[in-house]
């Protein structure tokens, strides 16, 4: 009896070992495969891909980052510039990239809510990307050439509505921010101006100064530089509250209420790219940007740091989505 109790106790802790044993192997390969991506991460130079030249906003910002980030990383990350098609080339070398942590995607606000609506792509923004952080945000800035006898948005509205069709906006093309910015302007103030739709900021200046525009929505960064040459005056943010850089310049809202219309950059990286990798990542941009030294140099061009977490990302961006469609249709901008 007691050899047959001793064998069944024997049977009993060897079962125990056994499954003791698979477990810590389990956790093993659980802690392995999360060094290997979280710790060991990453062993080469990582690319970050932005959809636009050199010079602008988002590569300004692709940069400011992306130098920190190398440091933090311990790796070169290189910022790869790959205009074109309104940034949907740069999106799709990216969604059809390995999804290793090293391609990742600097993207504006377009790319992944407004392009797709309204030209074909070869990508799905929501599919196709895992979401890493919303690295920051900014308002675009309503700008009126010096000619213009306008120093409020109330003398200017007064301005363009005593000449109905008669004066011109300018954009960078349909359905670009700049062009849904100024359509929800002008349907808000019940105002009737004829779009003009140009290539790139400077041309766009140009025709501010030779007075063949009366208007423009532009990114802090170019209306910045501008206004400080003397060259345009800035009557109001689009965001709802003043924006930081800008503690001088009315919010649309201050005239009509609820007026929104902003705009993000931040990280993507191809579907399937290891969760690991995903959260490092995230943590890093948000402790970059967030440091007074880069939140500073962010500032200067016009922009505010965010950082949140890929959830958090994510779920901005599905619930944006109605919200562009209707922007869109309101302009009367259709697929192409």
């Known amino acids: 009896m007691v050899q047959s109790a001793y064998g069944v106790t024997e049977r009993v802790l060897s079962a125990a070992f056994r499954l003791a044993a698979r477990a810590l192997a389990a956790l093993a390969v659980v802690i392995g495969s999360s060094m290997t991506y979280g710790d060991t991460w990453p062993q080469r130079p990582v690319k970050v891909i932005v959809p636009f030249g050199a010079g602008g906003s988002t590569d300004a910002q692709a940069r400011i980052i992306s130098e920190r980030l190398s440091v933090v990383l311990g790796q070169p990350v290189i910022v790869e510039n790959r205009p074109g098609a309104s940034g949907a080339i740069a999106a799709e070398l990216v969604a059809r990239a390995a999804p290793d942590g090293y391609t990742l995607f600097f993207s504006a606000l377009p790319q992944i809510s407004t392009v797709p609506l309204v030209q074909q792509v070869h990508y799905d923004p929501l599919r196709d990307f895992a979401p890493v952080s919303?690295?920051?945000?900014?308002?675009?800035?309503?700008?009126?050439?010096?000619?213009?006898?306008?120093?409020?948005?109330?003398?200017?509205?007064?301005?363009?509505?005593?000449?109905?069709?008669?004066?011109?906006?300018?954009?960078?093309?349909?359905?670009?921010?700049?062009?849904?910015?100024?359509?929800?302007?002008?349907?808000?103030?019940?105002?009737?101006?004829?779009?003009?739709?140009?290539?790139?900021?400077?041309?766009?200046?140009?025709?501010?100064n030779g007075g063949q525009v009366q208007m423009f929505f532009g990114t802090p960064l170019d209306m910045l530089q501008f206004a400080r040459a003397g060259r345009v005056r800035l009557l109001a943010v689009s965001s709802e509250d003043r924006a930081r850089g800008f503690p001088d310049v009315p919010a649309l809202a201050e005239s009509y209420p609820g007026f929104r219309v902003g705009a993000w950059n931040g990280f993507l990286a191809p579907a399937a790219t290891p969760r690991a990798i995903v959260d490092r990542l995230a943590r890093e941009v948000a402790k970059i940007v967030r440091e007074p030294a880069s939140a500073e140099k962010l500032a200067a061009i016009g922009v505010d740091p965010l950082g949140n977490t890929p959830a958090a990302f994510e779920e901005f961006i599905r619930g944006e989505a109605p919200y562009w469609r209707a922007a869109i249709a309101a302009a009367g901008v259709g697929p192409e």
């Not at 948005?153 to 007064?158: I, L, P, T």
């Not at 062009?179 to 025709?207: C, I, N, T, W």
């Open 134 to 208: 919303m690295a920051t945000t900014n308002p675009f800035v309503l700008g009126v050439p010096l000619a213009v006898p306008a120093r409020t948005v109330g003398e200017f509205v007064a301005y363009v509505r005593a000449r109905p069709g008669q004066l011109n906006y300018a954009t960078l093309g349909p359905a670009t921010l700049t062009h849904l910015a100024a359509a929800q302007f002008l349907a808000r103030a019940g105002l009737e101006m004829v779009q003009v739709p140009y290539k790139d900021s400077p041309q766009v200046f140009a025709a501010l």
